[in-house]
Antibody, heavy 120, light 107 residues
C-alpha cells in the first residue's frame, strides 16, 4: 500500500527555521517525483515544487523559488521542505504528494498534511 | 498558465446533476486533473488525463474537455460529494497550477 506520512504540526516564531518531512512507503521512492502543496487557512491549493529523489532534480514554482528548499534523502525514503527564516504568512497546511508519471502528471497519493503556525 | 474555475459555489440537492467548469489561459491539451477535498482532509485525485477516473472513483464522476475548456460532471449528487473541487493542469511547468476551487454545497 502506497503511503506518505508527514511529520507533525509545528509552531515557530517569525525568523526561525523549520524542516518538515514526508516519508514514502509501499512503492519505489526513487522513481516518482514528490511534490509539496501549500494551503493557507480557508484558501485553495498552491503548487510549490517537486523533487525527483532518484537524482534530486528539483523544480520550483516561481512564487516559491528562494523562499523554501525542497530536498530528499533516498536512503530514508523521505522528502523535506524547509525554511530558513519563517514569516507569519507561511502559516498554512503543507501537503506532500506523489506525482504520477516520469515527465508530468497529477498527484495520485497525498500525505495527511503538516500544519505550520508562525506566530510571535 | 492560469486556471479559472466556475462557479465559485454551486448549490445543489442530493440526486441532482452537478456541472463544474475549468478554463485554462492557454492550451493544456488533456493534461488536466480534478481533485476533491473535504474539510480537514487531504485532496483526493478523481480524474486525470481530463477524463480518466482514478482507481476507486465512482462512475457518477466524469470528466471531459481538451485544450482550454474542461468539465467535471457528477451525475447524481450523493451526500458524500459535497466538498471543494479543484482542477490542475500539468502540461506546462513550473508550476503545475491549480484552479481556485468550486465548493459544492447542499441546497
Amino acid at each position: 500500500e502506497v503511503q506518505l506520512v508527514q511529520s507533525g504540526a509545528e509552531v515557530r516564531k517569525p525568523g526561525e527555521s523549520l524542516k518538515i518531512s514526508c516519508k514514502g512507503s509501499g512503492y519505489s521512492f526513487t522513481t516518482y517525483w514528490i511534490g509539496w502543496v501549500r494551503q493557507m487557512p480557508g484558501k485553495g491549493l498552491e503548487w510549490m515544487g517537486v523533487i525527483y529523489p532518484g537524482d534530486s532534480d528539483t523544480r520550483y514554482s516561481p512564487s516559491f523559488q528562494g523562499q523554501v528548499t525542497i530536498s530528499a534523502d533516498k536512503s530514508l525514503s523521505t522528502a523535506f521542505l524547509q525554511w530558513s527564516g519563517l514569516k507569519a504568512s507561511d502559516t498554512a497546511m503543507y501537503y506532500c504528494a506523489r506525482q504520477v508519471g516520469v515527465a508530468s502528471g497529477p498527484f495520485d497519493y497525498w500525505g495527511q498534511g503538516t500544519l505550520v503556525t508562525v506566530s510571535s | 498558465i492560469v486556471m479559472t474555475q466556475s462557479p465559485a459555489t454551486l448549490s445543489a440537492s442530493p440526486g441532482e446533476r452537478a456541472t463544474l467548469s475549468c478554463r485554462a489561459s492557454q492550451s493544456v491539451s488533456i493534461n488536466l486533473a480534478w481533485y476533491q477535498q473535504k474539510p480537514g482532509q487531504a485532496p483526493r485525485l478523481l480524474i486525470s488525463g481530463a477524463s480518466t477516473r482514478a482507481t476507486g472513483i465512482p462512475a457518477r464522476f466524469s470528466g471531459s474537455g481538451s485544450g482550454t475548456e474542461f468539465t467535471l460532471t457528477i451525475s447524481s449528487l450523493q451526500s458524500e460529494d459535497f466538498a471543494v473541487y479543484y482542477c490542475q493542469q500539468y502540461n506546462s511547468w513550473p508550476p503545475w497550477t491549480f484552479g481556485q476551487g468550486t465548493k459544492v454545497e447542499i441546497k
